[in-house]
């Protein structure tokens, strides 16, 4: 029985063979014609055949044709190997003849492993590198391309500076629809927009634009260049309320330069004001409101009290960063016992920014884009909340949490604050999370609605003596 399959059992494997060969020969084939294109310098950079090619559009210029060539060239000569060992191969099986093809053993195993490793993977490889080059896409024949990219090779690099869109559906906070993680790069995408905020009279007054700056932040110009014309303040400016008051007082409307806002003081940014013009942090502007947070137990058990947090470690939280969308309460709260918190905050069509500074707290005009200007293993507490839900992309969020990591100093607390998504996505956030074992202080889960939940934690931070 075994003798009668024998035959069988070769002419597959040598039907295995030549499929493999068919694939060599097709690869060879379409590299070939993708060197022979690249030969008359397509991907070169040289200004005549450019504009051979695209006639005098400028749509090529940000592309760094260097660093194009440089990976396309990498990935060639992968394939080139791998074609030269598959031809090795096949040289080898018709030098011992097909007889001694079908009397050698190849074992089944063997000839598995051979292909995995010898051809499916760099195969793999050289596929992937293929699909990471940006080609610029032309539309309208303007530059559709995410500048930089291929001046970086090394994989880490090339995704950092990779837009991160939105998860499917969602809206971020910055009704952006990607967050431009930036090493500053970003601003050629928006060059018009970055000259007209440059333009201006050194020495004068500068246009009243701070609305035209921080959309260029929130779309990767971040951090915005410096300026040379004087920034223009309310007319009307009075001296804030003294520091025994200011935490909990409403500040003066005449301290804000409203003409960038759809409100014209702050009593209207109540929340029962539907033209209130902003979304995010609702009631935030109402001292009742704010007066009960981190304070008062609430009915949602994913809420944790300031005064409970501070017990784990009695006077050892001393500084920290708030990092979300507030009116800097937290801050306030955490003042009170004598705890200096920084809070993050972006003027998203309201004054967060001049309503915490008012306050007397600090905040901290940074968006996502960024690492956090604080150096490694300093901050004693990360708290965040209303910022981060379920929109947020998975590697964008692993990019950020590493930075917090990065900030807060061992025995740190991080305080992830009522984080909300999808019930199905929760796993996939939950290990983010997790995956850095900081100890567990709590971990609460509650429903937020039907489809969605609750995350609220409070982590430690474990010491690292590496
Ligand atoms: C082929 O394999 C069989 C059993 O697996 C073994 O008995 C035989 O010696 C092998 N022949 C050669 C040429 O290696
Ligand atoms: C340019 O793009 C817009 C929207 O994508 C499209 O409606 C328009 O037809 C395009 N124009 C040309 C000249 O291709
Ligand atoms: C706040 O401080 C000022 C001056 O230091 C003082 O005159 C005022 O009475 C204080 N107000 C309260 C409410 O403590
Ligand atoms: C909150 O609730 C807990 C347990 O029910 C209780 O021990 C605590 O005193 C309450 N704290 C406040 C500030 O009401
Ligand atoms: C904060 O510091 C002040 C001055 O050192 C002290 O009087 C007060 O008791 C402290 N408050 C808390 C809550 O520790």
């Given amino acids: 029985m075994a003798k009668s399959c024998f035959p069988k059992c070769r002419l597959g494997k040598i039907m295995g063979w030549i499929q493999i060969v068919l694939g060599g020969l097709v690869i060879i084939v379409s590299i070939s014609t993708l060197s022979r294109f690249y030969a008359v310098g397509f991907f070169l950079q040289n200004d005549d055949i450019c504009r051979h090619f695209h006639g005098p559009s400028a749509a090529y210029d940000s592309v760094d044709m260097a660093a194009l060539t440089a990976r396309f060239n990498e990935v060639l000569n992968n394939i080139e190997n791998l074609q030269e060992k598959l031809e090795s191969s096949v040289q080898k099986m018709e030098k011992n003849g097909a007889n001694q093809l079908q009397n050698s053993n190849i074992s089944k195993f063997e000839h598995k492993k051979y292909l995995e490793e010898e051809v499916i993977r760099p195969l793999y490889r050289a596929y992937i590198a293929l699909r990471q080059i940006r080609l610029p896409r032309v539309e309208n024949s303007t530059l559709k391309e995410d500048p930089m990219i291929n001046a970086f090779v090394v994989e880490e690099m090339r995704k950092y500076i990779t837009p991160k ?71 009307l400016y009075l001296r804030p309320h003294p520091i025994n008051v200011s935490l909990w007082r409403m500040p003066e409307g005449r301290n804000v330069r409203w003409s960038n806002y759809q409100c014209r003081n702050f009593e209207c940014l109540s929340s029962k004001n539907p033209k209130r013009g902003y979304s995010k942090c609702t009631g935030c502007f109402e001292m009742e409101k704010e007066k009960l947070k981190w304070v008062v137990n609430s009915s949602l058990p994913a809420d944790f009290l300031i005064a409970d947090v501070l017990r784990l470690k009695p006077g050892e939280i001393r500084i920290g960063l708030d990092f979300g969308v507030g009116t800097g309460t937290f801050a306030a709260r955490m003042r009170e016992q004598n705890v200096t918190i920084v809070s993050t905050a972006l003027n998203l069509g309201a004054p967060f920014n001049e309503m915490i500074a008012l306050r007397g707290l600090i905040p901290l005009y940074v968006t996502l884009n960024q690492r956090l200007p604080f150096f490694d293993n300093t901050m004693d507490i990360i708290h965040s909340t209303g910022f981060m839900d379920g929109w947020i992309d998975l590697q964008l969020l692993d990019f950020i949490l590493f930075d917090w990591d990065r900030v807060l100093r061992p025995g740190g607390l991080l305080w992830i604050d009522r984080f909300f998504c999808e019930r199905k996505d929760l796993e996939d956030y939950m290990y983010m999370f997790l995956q850095f074992r900081y100890r567990k202080h709590r971990w609460v889960i509650a429903p937020k609605s039907k489809d969605q939940v609750f995350l609220s934690a409070l982590l430690e931070k474990p010491p690292r003596s590496l």
């Fill in 165 to 235: 869109a939105n998860r499917v559906g969602k809206v971020n906070i910055y009704g952006t629809e990607r967050v431009y993680n930036t090493i500053g790069h970003a601003c050629t995408l928006m060059k018009e927009e970055v000259e007209e905020y440059m333009d201006y009279d050194v020495g004068s007054y500068c246009k009243d634009d701070w609305l035209h700056g921080q959309k260029l932040m929130l779309h990767g110009c971040d951090p915005l260049p410096r300026r040379r014309c004087l920034s223009r303040a309310s007319k």
